[in-house]
C-alpha cells in the first residue's frame, strides 16, 4: 500500500536513510546499540556492506569508497569513534567525494559500554556538522539529508544517536531510493594527501566551511521554534526533545536536529520570545556552555538541574525542574537482584574458574568474558578498551618484573583481531614474557554474534577466507603458542601454570564454540542426591542451571547444556551424565 507507515527502530531507520539516500557501500565494526544499522542495512542488494575488523578501518574503508565517488554510511558505538579518531580529524581537512555520513551510538547510562561519553564533542573537535534525530522517521531523513549536506560543503557528517534512539520504535513511511552513480575516482594530490604543505591550503578551506555551515544551520529545516508558553524556553536534540515535550508540553521550544554548529541567530531570536531558557540535554553541557558563551539577555539553565550522568527521562525532567516526584507502585515482595552471568554452557566459565584458583593477575577485555569479573568467579582485575588486555600486562610487567609469572591477559577471538595483535607484537617485540589467553569461541558473540576474520564467513553469510589464529601468532614471533579445550579444566590448568613459568612471551588459544553456534546441546547432567555432601563446590562456576536447596545442588535440566563442567568439579561423583543414570 502507498504510504504505509511501518515500525522502525532507529538503527532499522538509520539503515533505510543509507538506502533511499542511494548509499552504495556501507561499513561498520559491531557495537551495541549500533550493530543493527549494517545488519539491516546488508539485506538491500543495492549496498555492498561488510563488517570491518575494527572502527579504524571501516571509517578508512567509507573514506576509499568515497573518494571514489560513492556515497557511503559508517556505524559504530561512541568508543568506536575513539578507534576511529585518527582518520577523521584529517578527513575533516581532505573532505569526501561521495557523501559520508558517520554514525556515533551514543550510551548514557552505560548499558552495554564502559563509559558514558558525550561525542558531541568530536563534531567540535573535528570541525563537522552534528545532526542528531528525536525518532525513527528523523533518523532516516537525517541521514538523507546527512548525505546532501555532506556533499554540498565537502564535509563528512556525523549522525549522533544514542541507545534510547537506537533501539526504540516509532513510524515512518518509507520513500524511494534516489540512485546515485560513483563517478571514480578523482587525482587531486592538494585535497587527499596531506601533507603538512597541502594541509596548511587545507586548513583555511575547514575554518571558511564551519562559518558556512553555521549559516546553514540558521535555515535548516532540521532546526524549528516550536511556540508556546513565554515563561521559559526550552532548547534541546535528539532524545531529550521527546522527554522534555512530555514533560513539559505547554513550554516554547526551539528543537535542533542540524545541532553543530549552533545557530547563533535563531538561538538569539528564540531567546528573545521568552524569560528563560532551559538547555535540556544528557552527559556534558556541550549546548549550554555554548549559549553561556554567547552572553544572552535572558537566563541560561540546565546542568545545575539535571545534573551531568546518565540518561534523561520524563519523570527525570519533572522532579528535577517541576518538583514533582514520581508515583511509584510498591510492590508486596522483594524481587532478588539479577545480575549480568555468562550463559549455560559458556566455554569461558572454566577458564575463569581456573584462573582465579590458580590466584593470578588476570588484565580483560572487551566481550562477554568481561563478565569474568563478578561474582561468584571473580576473576579478571583490570577492562579499559578493546584490545588493551595484552598492553597492559605487558606494562605490568614492565613495572614490576615479580608479576611476569603471576599475570595473564584475557581476549576473545574478535577483540584480538580488533586490536591485540599490536600488543602481542609490541610484547614480542620487547621480550616481555606476558602469558596471552585467547578465548576463541569462534564469532563475535557479545553483539548479537557476527562474523570477523576468523570466523570463515562475511557479513552477508558467504563464504571468506579466515585468520588461523595459531599461525597468526607464530608469525607474529611468538614462539609458545598452545590450543586447549577450553571445557578440560585439568589441561586448562596445566597449561596455564607451564607457560607463565616461561620466560617469553606465550599464547594460550582456549576453544570452544559459544554455545549458541550449536544446533543442539548434550544432554543434561543430573545430582545424585544420595551421594551429594552438600559442599557448594559446583557453585563456584556461576552456571545458571546450578542451584542449591534442602542442602543439595540443584541442576535445571530446562536450561544445562551438559558442558560437563560442573561433573569436574565434584569430588564425591555426584554429578553425572545422564547416559550414567540410564546405565544404572
Given at each position: 500500500?502507498?504510504?504505509?507507515?511501518?515500525?522502525?527502530?532507529?538503527?532499522?531507520?538509520?539503515?533505510?536513510?543509507?538506502?533511499?539516500?542511494?548509499?552504495?557501500?556501507?561499513?561498520?565494526?559491531?557495537?551495541?546499540?549500533?550493530?543493527?544499522?549494517?545488519?539491516?542495512?546488508?539485506?538491500?542488494?543495492?549496498?555492498?556492506?561488510?563488517?570491518?575488523?575494527?572502527?579504524?578501518?571501516?571509517?578508512?574503508t567509507?573514506?576509499?569508497?568515497?573518494?571514489?565517488?560513492?556515497?557511503?554510511?559508517?556505524?559504530?558505538?561512541?568508543?568506536?569513534?575513539?578507534?576511529?579518531?585518527?582518520?577523521?580529524?584529517?578527513?575533516?581537512?581532505?573532505?569526501?567525494?561521495?557523501?559520508?555520513?558517520?554514525?556515533?551510538?551514543?550510551?548514557?547510562?552505560?548499558?552495554?559500554?564502559?563509559?558514558?561519553?558525550?561525542?558531541?564533542?568530536?563534531?567540535?573537535?573535528?570541525?563537522?556538522?552534528?545532526?542528531?534525530?528525536?525518532?525513527?522517521?528523523?533518523?532516516?531523513?537525517?541521514?538523507?539529508?546527512?548525505?546532501?549536506l555532506?556533499?554540498?560543503?565537502?564535509?563528512?557528517?556525523?549522525?549522533?544517536?544514542?541507545?534510547?534512539?537506537?533501539?526504540?520504535?516509532?513510524?515512518?513511511?518509507?520513500?524511494?531510493?534516489?540512485?546515485?552513480?560513483?563517478?571514480?575516482?578523482?587525482?587531486?594530490?592538494?585535497?587527499?594527501?596531506?601533507?603538512?604543505?597541502?594541509?596548511?591550503?587545507?586548513?583555511?578551506?575547514?575554518?571558511?566551511?564551519?562559518?558556512?555551515?553555521?549559516?546553514?544551520?540558521?535555515?535548516?529545516?532540521l532546526?524549528?521554534?516550536?511556540?508556546?508558553?513565554?515563561?521559559?524556553?526550552?532548547?534541546?536534540?535528539?532524545?531529550?526533545?521527546?522527554?522534555?515535550?512530555?514533560a513539559?508540553?505547554?513550554?516554547?521550544?526551539?528543537?535542533?536536529?542540524?545541532?553543530?554548529?549552533?545557530?547563533?541567530?535563531?538561538?538569539?531570536?528564540?531567546?528573545?520570545?521568552?524569560?528563560?531558557?532551559?538547555?535540556?540535554?544528557?552527559?556534558?553541557?556541550?549546548?549550554?556552555?555554548?549559549?553561556?558563551?554567547m552572553?544572552?539577555?535572558?537566563?541560561?539553565?540546565?546542568?545545575?538541574?539535571?545534573?551531568?550522568?546518565?540518561?534523561?527521562?520524563?519523570?527525570?525532567?519533572?522532579e528535577?525542574?517541576?518538583?514533582?516526584?514520581?508515583?511509584?507502585?510498591?510492590?508486596?515482595e522483594?524481587?532478588?537482584?539479577?545480575?549480568?552471568?555468562?550463559?549455560?554452557?559458556?566455554?569461558?566459565?572454566?577458564?575463569?574458574?581456573?584462573?582465579?584458583?590458580?590466584?593470578?593477575?588476570?588484565?580483560?577485555?572487551?566481550?562477554?568474558?568481561?563478565?569474568?569479573?563478578?561474582k561468584?568467579?571473580?576473576?579478571?582485575?583490570?577492562?579499559?578498551?578493546?584490545?588493551?588486555?595484552?598492553?597492559?600486562?605487558?606494562?605490568?610487567?614492565?613495572?614490576?618484573?615479580?608479576?611476569?609469572?603471576?599475570?595473564?591477559?584475557?581476549?576473545?577471538?574478535?577483540?584480538?583481531?580488533?586490536?591485540?595483535?599490536?600488543?602481542l607484537?609490541?610484547?614480542?617485540?620487547?621480550?616481555?614474557?606476558?602469558?596471552?589467553?585467547?578465548?576463541?569461541?569462534?564469532?563475535?558473540?557479545?553483539?548479537?554474534?557476527?562474523?570477523?576474520?576468523?570466523?570463515?564467513l562475511?557479513?552477508?553469510?558467504?563464504?571468506?577466507?579466515?585468520?588461523?589464529?595459531?599461525?597468526?601468532?607464530?608469525?607474529?614471533?611468538?614462539?609458545?603458542?598452545?590450543?586447549?579445550?577450553?571445557?578440560?579444566?585439568?589441561?586448562?590448568?596445566?597449561?596455564?601454570?607451564?607457560?607463565?613459568?616461561?620466560?617469553?612471551?606465550?599464547?594460550?588459544?582456549?576453544r570452544?564454540?559459544?554455545?549458541?553456534?550449536?544446533?543442539?546441546?548434550?544432554?543434561?547432567?543430573?545430582?545424585?542426591?544420595?551421594?551429594?555432601?552438600?559442599?557448594?563446590?559446583?557453585?563456584?562456576?556461576?552456571?545458571?542451571?546450578?542451584?542449591?536447596?534442602?542442602?543439595?545442588?540443584?541442576?535445571n535440566?530446562?536450561?544445562?547444556?551438559?558442558?560437563?563442567?560442573?561433573?569436574?568439579?565434584?569430588?564425591?561423583?555426584?554429578?553425572?551424565?545422564?547416559?550414567?543414570?540410564?546405565?544404572?
Amino acid at each position: 500500500m502507498k504510504n504505509k507507515r511501518v515500525l522502525m527502530t532507529g538503527n532499522e531507520a538509520i539503515a533505510r536513510g543509507a538506502y533511499e539516500g542511494g548509499v552504495t557501500v556501507g561499513t561498520a565494526y559491531p557495537g551495541t546499540p549500533s550493530t543493527e544499522i549494517m545488519e539491516t542495512l546488508a539485506r538491500y542488494p543495492e549496498v555492498d556492506c561488510n563488517w570491518s575488523t575494527n572502527e579504524k578501518t571501516a571509517l578508512e574503508t567509507a573514506i576509499g569508497a568515497s573518494m571514489a565517488g560513492a556515497r557511503v554510511l559508517v556505524a559504530m558505538k561512541h568508543v568506536g569513534v575513539n578507534v576511529a579518531a585518527d582518520p577523521l580529524m584529517t578527513l575533516s581537512y581532505t573532505g569526501v567525494g561521495g557523501g559520508l555520513v558517520l554514525v556515533s551510538a551514543d550510551d548514557p547510562g552505560m548499558h552495554s559500554s564502559q563509559n558514558e561519553q558525550d561525542n558531541r564533542h568530536y563534531a567540535r573537535f573535528a570541525k563537522i556538522p552534528l545532526l542528531e534525530p528525536a525518532d525513527s522517521e528523523e533518523a532516516r531523513d537525517f541521514v538523507v539529508a546527512g548525505l546532501a549536506l555532506s556533499e554540498k560543503f565537502d564535509t563528512p557528517v556525523m549522525l549522533r544517536t544514542t541507545t534510547r534512539i537506537s533501539h526504540s520504535r516509532s513510524t515512518l513511511v518509507p520513500g524511494k531510493r534516489q540512485e546515485k552513480e560513483a563517478v571514480g575516482f578523482q587525482k587531486n594530490p592538494a585535497k587527499y594527501v596531506m601533507l603538512p604543505g597541502f594541509a596548511r591550503q587545507r586548513h583555511p578551506l575547514v575554518e571558511k566551511r564551519l562559518l558556512d555551515l553555521g549559516k546553514e544551520a540558521e535555515v535548516s529545516p532540521l532546526n524549528r521554534i516550536e511556540e508556546g508558553s513565554k515563561e521559559v524556553g526550552i532548547i534541546c536534540s535528539g532524545v531529550a526533545y521527546q522527554y522534555a515535550r512530555e514533560a513539559l508540553p505547554e513550554a516554547s521550544f526551539l528543537k535542533l536536529g542540524f545541532s553543530y554548529p549552533l545557530p547563533e541567530k535563531l538561538v538569539r531570536r528564540f531567546a528573545a520570545q521568552v524569560k528563560e531558557i532551559l538547555v535540556i540535554e544528557e552527559l556534558d553541557p556541550f549546548m549550554e556552555e555554548q549559549l553561556l558563551a554567547m552572553n544572552l539577555e535572558v537566563p541560561v539553565r540546565g546542568k545545575e538541574i539535571f545534573g551531568l550522568l546518565g540518561e534523561l527521562g520524563t519523570e527525570i525532567i519533572r522532579e528535577k525542574f517541576l518538583g514533582r516526584k514520581p508515583q511509584l507502585i510498591q510492590g508486596n515482595e522483594k524481587i532478588p537482584g539479577r545480575p549480568p552471568v555468562m550463559c549455560p554452557g559458556c566455554s569461558h566459565r572454566g577458564v575463569f574458574y581456573t584462573l582465579r584458583r590458580l590466584k593470578v593477575n588476570v588484565t580483560g577485555d572487551i566481550g562477554c568474558y568481561t563478565l569474568g569479573a563478578l561474582k561468584p568467579l571473580e576473576a579478571i582485575d583490570s577492562c579499559i578498551c578493546m584490545g588493551a588486555s595484552i598492553g597492559t600486562s605487558l606494562g605490568m610487567v614492565r613495572a614490576d618484573p615479580s608479576a611476569a609469572g603471576k599475570t595473564v591477559a584475557v581476549i576473545g577471538d574478535s577483540t584480538f583481531l580488533h586490536s591485540g595483535i599490536t600488543a602481542l607484537l609490541d610484547a614480542v617485540y620487547n621480550r616481555a614474557p606476558i602469558t596471552a589467553l585467547i578465548l576463541d569461541n569462534g564469532i563475535t558473540a557479545m553483539t548479537g554474534h557476527q562474523q570477523h576474520p576468523g570466523t570463515g564467513l562475511n557479513l552477508k553469510g558467504e563464504e571468506a577466507p579466515a585468520v588461523d589464529l595459531e599461525k597468526l601468532c607464530l608469525s607474529l614471533g611468538v614462539r609458545r603458542v598452545t590450543v586447549v579445550d577450553a571445557f578440560d579444566l585439568k589441561r586448562v590448568k596445566a597449561v596455564i601454570k607451564e607457560e607463565l613459568a616461561a620466560t617469553e612471551p606465550s599464547v594460550i588459544i582456549a576453544r570452544r564454540p559459544c554455545i549458541f553456534l550449536l544446533s543442539s546441546f548434550d544432554e543434561p547432567l543430573y545430582v545424585d542426591e544420595e551421594l551429594c555432601n552438600g559442599c557448594k563446590a559446583c557453585l563456584a562456576l556461576g552456571c545458571p542451571a546450578l542451584s542449591f536447596k534442602d542442602d543439595k545442588a540443584r541442576i535445571n535440566p530446562t536450561i544445562c547444556t551438559g558442558c560437563g563442567l560442573c561433573e569436574q568439579l565434584c569430588r564425591f561423583d555426584a554429578i553425572k551424565f545422564s547416559a550414567e543414570r540410564a546405565g544404572e
